[in-house]
């Protein structure tokens, strides 16, 4: 995509638009952006008509249906957001499990892929709690739409997302800077991730016989795959955006360091964990809370595995997914219950101990990159392994 | 470049230029080059010639053609 001439025209005319229209006029600037982000996302992904119309129409439901149901804090936020979510999400359902088997109704899937449902919900829900005070149908579109991270995020809140187009950062002196994060995304996707593949368990997917050993190794060395892949992906968003006076939220830092598995999900993927923690974890403990209270181990570990399964699935229809979210949702209870038998003595905490942390992080990343197996190798391809 | 793989060189490139970063790191405190750039002006230094490194390993690579958003793991669509 970075390769092609039509994403750097639409960046070209997005940075354009962004530096002659001014903050003050924000309506005009956000519409403006909106509709050079849609003539992008339609040349750059090629889009055919019925994807097009899908994925107008799913915005224009989602702001039509704001506009409509006012906010009420008090009232059942998620039942209501589910609800006015539902045809959205229906549609991306189907579409992903046509994607996975192909499916003629696999065109379905491009109502915007995963990332617009995720935004969605998150308004819809922050604007029923009353988070988000007033809504502007053109700042939503161009909040949908943004270009540079309609594909993959990192995925901006809507009030984010207003906040920076009503007060672009002043990136004057910051051309080094920037310069330095695009070419340093570009290399890691282009030469880091290229580099480690013929390793990674994708390069096993066409084996016969798979073996174990090759197995595992692919494991850990997929792990650099991806990160390069998709971190790489997320510094030229950033980048590109800042360009743009655009101020995009962080997706990574340093999760391969992360000493224990909720620490690694603080630090990978962030702006998807946080709108995964606010919009299912939270509210399901709540509500688990009311109905069964006192079970202090039950509720949290009933919320890592709805919260981890969706995550799953929402990575893809197959049951590997699931079972790489079911494989986390397990870790994060394991250690929870680990706390539970072995508290922290008073005082502990102010004295680190480095060995202790070394071990932590190496085990953490252990579990993570044995997970990837689920992520990469579909069920049968998991039965060949010997 | 008879008999050596192509690979080779490029990791006697890299060595050499961390030695040469090394040894001008360590000329640097005693030559006290560090009055002769502000700390931002340093940081800019170091970010440009990294940046001129990795456009030069990448073209060595020749491989930005290899990058498509359909195989994106993340977004396949």
């Known amino acids: 995509m970075f390769a092609t001439l039509s994403f750097w025209c639409a960046c070209a005319a997005l940075f354009v638009a962004a530096h002659l229209i001014p903050p003050d006029r924000l309506r005009l600037r956000a519409g ?125 809140t809507y009030g984010e997302f207003r906040d920076t187009l009503a007060a672009p950062e002043d990136t004057k002196g910051q051309f080094v800077d920037i310069a330095f994060r695009f070419v340093w995304g570009l290399f890691q996707v282009n030469v880091l991730a290229v580099a480690l593949g013929p390793a990674s368990l994708t390069a096993l997917l066409d084996f016969e016989t798979i073996p174990a050993g090759h197995v595992v190794i692919g494991a850990f060395v997929y792990s650099g795959v991806l990160y390069f892949n998709f971190a790489g992906y997320s510094d030229m968003v950033i980048a590109v955006s800042r360009a743009m006076g655009i101020k995009v939220p962080e997706n990574f830092d340093w999760p391969y360091l992360a000493p224990s598995i909720r620490d690694f999900w603080r630090r990978w ?44 699935f929402w990575h893809g229809a197959t049951a590997n997914f699931l079972l790489w979210g079911a494989w986390h949702a397990i870790g994060l209870i394991a250690q929870d219950f680990a706390q539970k038998l072995f508290p922290k003595k008073p005082g502990q905490a102010a004295k680190p101990n480095f060995a202790l942390m070394v071990v932590k992080t190496a085990a953490t990343f252990t579990f993570v990159s044995l997970g990837w197996i689920l992520f990469v190798l579909p069920l049968d391809h998991i039965a060949r392994i010997r | ?47 440009i010639a990294a940046i001129l490194a990795m456009i030069l390993v990448m073209i060595y690579f020749q491989n930005a053609h290899r990058y498509d958003a359909s195989e994106f793991i993340y977004g396949r669509f």
């Not at chain 1, 039509?64 to 549609?91: D, E, F, I, S, Y």
């Not at chain 2, 990791?11 to 005693?30: I, N, P, Q, T, Y």
């Open chain 2, 1 to 47: 470049m008879t008999g050596v793989p192509p690979a080779l060189w490029l990791f006697w490139a890299f060595a050499g230029l961390a030695v040469m970063g090394v040894a001008l790191a360590a000329a640097s405190r005693k030559l006290s080059l560090p009055g002769l750039l502000t700390a931002r002006e340093w940081k800019a230094a170091i970010q």
């Open chain 1, 32 to 156: 403006v952006l909106a509709a050079i982000s849609l003539a992008g996302i339609i040349v750059v992904l090629d889009l055919d008509l019925r994807q097009f119309l899908l994925i107008l129409g799913s915005i224009a439901w989602v702001l039509g249906a704001l506009m409509v149901v006012k906010p009420n804090p008090r009232g059942a936020t998620l039942r209501t957001a589910v609800l006015l979510v539902a045809p959205v999400l229906m549609l991306w359902t189907v579409g992903k499990i046509a994607t996975a088997h192909e499916a003629p109704l696999r065109w379905l899937f491009f109502i915007g892929s995963s990332f617009l449902l995720v935004k969605a919900f998150s308004l819809i829900k922050d604007r029923l709690e009353g988070k988000v005070a007033a809504l502007d149908p053109v700042l939503g579109g161009a909040y949908f739409l943004f270009f540079p991270t309609f594909l993959s995020g990192p995925m901006h």
């Open chain 1, 269 to 312: 993927h962030i702006t998807f964990t946080r709108a995964l923690t606010a919009h299912i974890f939270m509210p399901l403990s709540r509500t688990l809370m009311r109905v069964f209270p006192g079970r202090r181990f039950l509720i949290p570990a009933v919320g890592y595995m709805a919260t981890f399964v969706f995550a799953g």
